[in-house]
């Protein structure tokens, strides 16, 4: 269960409280349903970057929201925005995060699937959304409102300095992307080639890669310490990454899990080389029909790896649960005199801080989030 409402409210008051000017600031929200996922980073003192986006129950994206709950303006504060791919559970409200936030930069992948670029190619020229297809058309939302506004996105490739920005005093902020690979590149590229020249038969069947394939995996320096943020990227995309000697150096001390924790997207070479030891793992659940992420075989494998591991869920709720909860919960807070109304749509939290020189993550959990350990499939 997500908790009696006695305490859901304890967490609402300190859910509010701002990090101090020098603390660094990483927070997974992942929806109650287990249908979305969205992280926010601190990148400067006031200044904010936004991985991936879902709607709470007033369709407003999630990111916004939580950032107004720790008193930051979304509107005044949000300057970069990625989309590490677009499948539905990781885009909606994207456009809506743009659209408020005038000097934000975009970045997305570099390669996209044939049904991706039709739709992009078709935005970038004015053309109404026409083709029906997940994430097709927050990705046609997004790219009109670059084309009116004239900007170009930043494109993901491997080890591409992506953002920079000083944080405060001497530290920077720095994020590279660490894929999609050369070889998907290529692909897409071949993809789309293959489109073009109709007439000249295929030999072989070419296909795009699945979105999970050419996810945007993020390396985030903060000088004193890295985070490693998986996005869906699967195996064989990890696999490139490692092979990469270019690749930014270090070893992340925090990792958002890939792939909502599911075994094609592990990669024990992973953990050797680009994570401390026992790093603090996060992950976000994923709920569709039957389909249920991460397993308890998942679980265990994470657990294997790391005991420091949490979960924005510590169980899918599902959506006839949510709505019970909710009435629950409204009621509680009308009675007593809380004007916190959206409080019910908040999702799991997963929560970490650090002081820039200091060695210490400070792990808050929210709402239904809590310990990996406590997850139950
Ligand atoms: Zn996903």
Request: net charge neutral.
């Amino acid at each position: 269960m997500g908790g009696s409402s006695p305490e859901i409210m304890g967490n609402v008051s300190r859910i509010e409280s701002p990090p101090t000017a020098r603390e660094f600031e990483v927070t997974l929200l992942g929806s109650r349903s287990g249908y979305g996922e969205s992280i926010v980073l601190r990148v400067g003192e006031k200044s904010w970057a936004v991985v991936d986006s879902f709607l709470d129950t007033n369709r407003v994206p999630v990111a916004m929201r939580y950032l107004e709950t720790i008193g930051v303006d979304p509107a005044g504060s949000i300057s970069f925005v990625v989309a590490t791919h677009w499948h539905d559970d990781h885009i909606r409200g994207l456009a809506n995060i743009l659209e408020s936030s005038p000097e934000a930069q975009f970045c997305c992948a570099a390669a996209l699937t044939k049904k991706e670029f039709m739709t992009l190619v078709g935005a970038l020229e004015g053309n109404p959304f026409s083709t029906a297809g997940s994430g097709l058309s927050e990705l046609h939302k997004v790219f009109s409102l670059l084309g009116e506004r004239g900007k170009s996105p930043s494109l993901a490739l491997p080890n591409r300095l992506v953002f920079r920005q000083n944080f405060c005093n001497q530290n920077f902020c720095k994020i590279w992307s660490l894929s999609p690979s050369d070889a998907e590149f290529k692909r897409f590229l071949q993809v789309i080639g293959r489109e073009i020249r109709r007439e000249d038969a295929p030999k072989k069947r070419l296909v795009s890669s699945d979105p999970n394939e050419i996810a945007v995996a993020l390396w985030v320096d903060i000088g004193e310490f890295a985070l490693l943020l998986g996005a869906d990227l699967e195996k064989r995309g990890w696999t490139e990454i490692l092979q990469s000697k270019e690749r930014p150096s270090g070893l992340a001390s925090i990792i958002k899990i890939p792939h909502h924790g599911s075994k094609n997207a592990d990669e024990p070479g992973v953990w050797h080389c680009m994570l401390q030891p026992k790093p603090i793992a996060v992950l976000a659940p994923w709920c569709r029909g039957r389909g249920v992420l991460p397993t308890s075989e998942d679980v265990k494998r994470i657990l294997g790896r790391t005991p420091s591991a949490y979960a924005t869920a510590s169980h899918i709720v599902r959506k006839r649960q949510i709505h019970q909860e909710n009435k629950i919960v409204t009621q509680t807070l009308r009675e007593s005199g809380i004007a916190f109304r959206d409080l019910a749509s908040l999702p799991g939290v997963v929560r970490l801080r650090r002081e820039l020189d200091q060695g210490e993550w400070n792990i808050e959990t929210f709402g239904n989030a809590g310990r990996l350990v406590d997850y139950a499939a």
